[in-house]
């Protein structure tokens, strides 16, 4: 653990991109597909973009710090949060300072934009909280623990040690696996990022879910795939609430990693118009006995077919079949 001259704050800082737009010729302007960005992996695929021709690329982004710390001790003023973008292969540096939100509280947003020129392959996204200590400015007090990772030609948010999707029979695999024989697949969620196991037992899954073969099974694919999507937001949700930090006073405490992302990309959808923090206790709660915790599911099974677009990808497979049909008959 490296030691620091000055008092640091001990709170985890994390941060979350919310939404990506891209600015082309001509001022165009497109906002990335959610799928583009992922809570879990952390990472942006700006090669999502339906354009290859934009110009600067624009994140909204979330932190949350510890600013409960901050409020009962005076080693620090003058505090600030700020994003910075950097990359090694072409040394480009972009800044951004945070604003506190409206209402208090713990998270700071803003925006940072950076043009597509100045970056080559990947560039590391971080949060770092800012602030004099002993009279001296300009010292950092916190960062992220992670980084993002803004790709510029990926077109899938993977990191190297990527989220998962493996092809394995499940009736010649492991013991546990033998017993979900008949699911096409499974996300598992035991270890350190989840993984989603493709059912090769399931005759042509694995081309429709890879989108090889007609336009009938291309349709079908992205609707398995966005199906794949909601599971696993939904299993990383239970898995994140599952294993919660309590403090003394039974507060539960959002989880430094992944799983505290994940948690508060979907609470807005779960318990709409309650704080965070406020939300991650009511679920929390119920999970634990007081209150109905099958009240909850469904709104569970609708926050993760947001995030997995399944009404615009079901919307898009109806107009497709139609046109489809109408061919057929033409």
Not at 89 to 110: E, Q
């Amino acid at each position: 653990m490296r030691a620091y001259p000055y008092p640091r704050l001990t709170g985890a800082v994390t941060m979350r991109v919310t939404a990506v737009r891209l600015r082309g010729p001509g001022d165009s302007r497109e906002h990335l597909d959610s799928r583009g960005y992922s809570v879990v992996e952390q990472v942006v695929a700006l090669g999502r973009a339906q354009r290859s021709d934009w110009q600067t690329a624009r994140l909204a982004l979330t932190a949350t710090v510890p600013t409960g710390e901050m409020e009962t001790k005076s080693h620090w003023s003058d505090v600030a949060v700020v994003a910075v973008l950097t990359e090694g292969a072409t040394n480009a540096r972009t800044v951004a300072r945070l604003k506190p939100d409206a209402n208090g509280g713990r998270d700071w947003s803003g925006e940072i934009e950076f043009d597509r020129d100045d970056h080559l392959d990947r560039a590391s996204l971080a949060v770092h909280v800012v602030a004099t200590v002993g009279e001296v400015a300009g010292r950092i007090i916190a960062s992220t623990d992670q980084e993002w990772m803004i790709d510029v030609t990926a077109d899938t948010p993977l990191r190297d040690r990527e989220l998962d999707v493996s092809t394995v029979s499940f009736a010649r695999g492991t013991e546990w696996l033998r017993s979900f024989r008949d699911a096409p697949w499974i996300v598992d969620t035991a270890g350190r990022m989840p993984t989603v196991r493709l059912n090769t037992d399931f005759e042509g899954l694995v081309a429709l879910v890879e989108s090889q073969g007609s336009k009938v099974e291309t349709i079908v694919g992205e609707m398995l795939l966005a199906q794949m999507c909601a599971d696993v937001w939904t299993a990383v949700f239970h898995t994140a609430i599952g294993d919660l930090e309590i403090e003394d006073d039974g507060t539960p405490l959002f989880p430094p990693d992944w799983r505290g992302e994940v948690l508060r990309e979907m609470l807005p959808d779960i318990i709409p118009g309650r704080s965070a923090e406020d939300a991650l206790r009511e679920v929390h709660m119920r999970r634990t006995g007081e209150g109905s915790w099958t009240d909850l599911q469904p709104r569970i099974q609708y926050a993760a077919a947001r995030r997995a677009e399944v009404p615009k990808v079901l919307a898009g497979t109806v107009r497709d079949i139609e046109r489809l049909d109408q061919e057929t008959h033409a």
